[in-house]
């Protein structure tokens, strides 16, 4: 069976719950944001190629409220071990605020020194239902959530929506030192219920492919293997692919094809970043063939693009693992999946999965036993962005409703 993903209602109230209980009086304001999943498309963002991801129903909540101060105080609270960490920083001086400990704070901070409006000070609780360090974009949800509760208590909220994901971007390289591409802090912001979105990350243009109703879906399995070396593989993966982009006199390799592969062999370049540009370039014509195949719901092709993606970034791109291979094997063994593919940055995380709805427990059942880790599983239907949400709820006893 598939992990119950914690109703969204659930975490809110028990972040306005947890805000009542460690500040002693009500939040004012409560905002949320999801994780995502990306069906196809990966590594191409920086690249700016095309991607499909589609938001999660996995969503970091906050609850919060105006302090008359200059700090703010933020405590969350770990659903995994119930433990509650707390920090507060001053606001006063935006300009001056620099990484540092808690590292979860940092993903905080990056909006709030993103943000161009006056702040108020203020109290917050986070909690959040999107699973840490799995390649779901745990940490864009944090940001988009932040930039989202910034929003509110400001009353400044931002025109343009890729801005606003822009801005939780730059707070992303900035205050977390990664340099990600636009996808996971776009989704987060522009998610539709019921839609995978493709989204063109060289003009940022959308497109949203409706998720009808049929006999297929998406099982998102997570290896609980730790990334191991992500960042510094991630960044080196992205220098790759300038380089190769810089060889063939392009602005990036949005703008090759694949006879430039051949200009790359005959300019004696590396066979490494001929391999990186090889990636790049073919998962940029799967993705938009994927996005004609969910459209037309012909799903038979949808899967076979999601395979040949797998292929690529285990053979071209190395970026998947042992973990995540096994559990691509082992969900291919199964009649009714037609494709599965690992998801997200790589070196561990999450596998997606396209299934018929009758295999999914047979599919679970074929990866616990060929699995040696312990995975969990959750069905993936695609649920809205960044909001805010309200603030009632039922005080009459201290159990969730
Ligand atoms: P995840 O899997 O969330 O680490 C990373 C990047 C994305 C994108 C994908 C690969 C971060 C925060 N995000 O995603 O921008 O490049 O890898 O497609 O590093």
């Known amino acids: 069976m598939a992990t119950v993903i914690p109703d969204k209602n659930d975490v809110r109230v028990k972040a306005l719950q947890t805000f009542a209980k460690e500040f002693g009086e009500d939040a004012t304001v409560c905002v949320c944001a999801p994780g995502r999943v990306n069906l196809i498309g990966e590594h191409t963002d920086y690249n700016e190629g095309f991607v499909l991801p589609m938001a999660l129903p996995m969503i970091t909540v906050i609850a919060a409220r105006p302090n008359q101060s200059p700090k703010c105080v933020l405590i969350t609270m770990s659903d995994a071990i119930g433990t509650i960490s707390r920090t507060e920083f001053d606001i006063s001086n935006r300009d001056a605020l620099k990484p540092g400990e808690p590292k979860w704070a940092n993903y905080i901070k990056g909006p709030i020194a993103n943000f161009t409006c006056t702040l108020p000070g203020f109290d917050a609780v986070i909690i959040s239902s999107v699973p840490v360090g799995a390649g779901l974009s745990s940490s864009a949800a944090l940001e988009v959530a932040t930039y989202t509760l910034l929003e509110a208590l400001s009353g400044c909220r931002t025109v343009k929506l890729s801005d606003k994901a822009a801005a939780c971007q730059r707070a992303e390289h900035e205050f977390a030192g990664v340099p990600c591409g636009i996808m996971d802090q776009f ?186 880790g312990t995975p969990t599983f959750y069905v993936a239907t695609p649920g809205p962005g960044a909001r805010e949400m309200g603030i009632n709820y039922c005080k009459c006893t201290d159990e969730l409703h």
């Not at 190769?244 to 005959?266: G, H, P, Y």
């Open 187 to 372: 989704i987060s912001v522009m998610g539709q219920e019921g839609h995978a979105l493709l989204l063109d990350c060289r003009d940022l243009s959308t497109k949203l492919i409706p998720m009808v109703q049929n006999d297929y879906v998406f099982l998102i399995t997570n290896s609980n293997a730790p990334h191991k070396l992500s960042t510094s593989q991630y960044t080196e993966r992205r220098d790759a692919c300038y380089a190769a982009a810089k060889k063939l006199n392009l602005k990036s390799l949005r703008d090759a094809t694949i006879k430039d592969l051949d200009v790359l062999k005959a300019q004696k370049a590396d066979e490494v970043l001929i391999k990186r540009a090889r990636h790049v370039i073919t998962e940029i014509i799967r993705t938009q063939a994927a996005a004609q195949a969910l459209e037309a719901s012909d799903f038979v092709k949808f899967g076979h693009l999601m395979n040949e993606s797998h292929d690529s970034l285990q053979k071209d791109y190395e970026v998947s693992s042992k973990e995540l291979d096994s559990l691509v094997s082992a969900a291919r063994e199964i009649d009714g999946v037609l494709g599965s593919r690992l998801t997200g940055a790589g070196f561990g995380g999450c596998t997606v999965t396209l299934v018929r709805k009758g295999s999914v427990d047979e599919l679970i059942k074929n990866i616990k036993q060929k699995y040696s």
